[in-house]
């Protein structure tokens, strides 16, 4: 079995910092892309940034210059570094992997954090 447990949400003042973690574990055999997600009352969930097993990152517009993510291939763990942050950056964010296990070393599943909210007030 694979869980992927997210740590580092809060509450913060626009303009302040969080640092997400989301640590990976159980019966993995690799990992490809590591990705955050994010999801809004009221709206639909959107890809925030992704990472590569190779450490290739994307970014959505709206976060680029303020978020950075990367990851510990050691630990299994990506981190989400949010800077400046915004009242509308304010959302349940979601960690997600897309990887092989070792009972099937040649498939790839998607995965799913549990979520960890992020409130930003003005």
């Known amino acids: 079995q694979v869980q992927l447990v997210e740590s580092g949400g809060g509450s913060v003042q626009a303009g302040g910092s969080l640092r997400l973690s989301c640590a990976a574990s159980?019966?993995?055999?690799?990992?490809?892309?590591m990705d955050w997600y994010r999801q809004a009352p009221g709206k639909q969930r959107e890809l925030v940034a992704v990472i590569t097993s190779g450490g290739g990152t994307n970014y959505v517009d709206s976060v680029k210059g303020r978020f950075t993510i990367s990851r510990d291939n050691a630990k299994n763990t990506v981190y989400l570094q949010m800077n400046s942050l915004k009242p509308e950056d304010t959302a349940v964010y979601y960690c997600h992997a897309v990887l092989a296990t070792l009972r099937f070393p040649s498939a790839t599943f998607s995965y799913w954090g549990q979520g960890t909210q992020v409130t930003v007030s003005s």
């Open positions: 159980g019966s993995i055999f690799s990992i490809n892309d």
